[in-house]
């Protein structure tokens, strides 16, 4: 079954509005990483986390593997954040690969 | 910041033809990488490399192929294509696997006819 799940699927928000989006593990991974991808396609880096919080801006990233979750809060939202976000999870020791969330759709409206 | 370089940018190929997509990153990363992103939906990974001249499958490799010449280069190789492998295919490298960040490439859009 799925590992990683997004929520919610998508998102609309009003500019200078906040959210916070959600990644929920149904098993242990050693880290998360989130990313942007914007209009033109491309996988921007937001945040890599093996555990406790981030910031960067209006962007604020959290990661509990205890409770196998993560989150990215997004504040005073502007236009140019509309976009996909994808979380991706690590998994354990030995394995080599990130899976990704389906994402959650953004669309900040003026 | 890493750099990691896909081409083609798009391409058409014919149904039963062959297909390479081409990788190169001038980080001196170990690890390598192919996802597959279909329309509306998250990345799959199809094949990784963490050293030259050795690649490991994904969650998703049949159809495909990979191959690792060197460390900075890594190409994904649909022998015969299908319809069903249109999608966007992403490249990316990471210095340690599921310990550091992953760059990706831009993509390259293949369309399968």
């Known amino acids: 079954g799925d590992q990683v799940e997004q929520s919610p699927s998508a998102l609309s928000l009003h500019e200078g509005t906040g959210s916070a989006l959600r990644c929920n593990f149904t098993t242990t991974m050693r880290a998360v990483q989130w990313f942007q991808q914007n209009s033109r396609g491309s996988l921007i880096n937001l945040f890599y986390?093996?555990?406790g919080t981030k910031e960067n801006g209006r962007l604020k990233s959290t990661f509990n593997s205890k409770e196998s979750y993560s989150t990215l809060h997004i504040r005073d939202a502007q236009l140019e954040d509309s976009g996909t976000y994808f979380c991706a999870a690590g998994l354990g020791t030995g394995n080599y690969k990130y899976v990704f969330g389906a994402g959650t759709r953004l669309k900040v409206i003026a | 910041e890493a750099a990691v370089t896909q081409s083609p940018r798009s391409k058409v190929a014919v149904t039963g033809g062959k297909v390479t997509l081409s990788c190169h990153q001038t980080n001196n990363h170990d690890y390598m990488y192919w996802y597959r992103q279909d329309t509306g939906h998250g990345l799959r990974l199809i094949h990784y490399?963490?050293?030259?001249?050795?690649?490991e499958k994904g969650d998703i490799p049949d159809g495909y192929k990979a191959s690792r010449p060197s460390q900075e280069n890594f190409s994904l190789i649909l022998e015969l294509a299908s319809l069903s492998q249109t999608a966007v295919y992403f490249c990316a490298s990471s210095g340690r696997a599921s310990a550091e960040t992953l760059y990706f490439g831009s993509g390259t859009r293949l369309t399968v006819l």
């Open positions: 490399s963490y050293v030259a001249d050795s690649t």
């Open positions: 986390l093996a555990s």
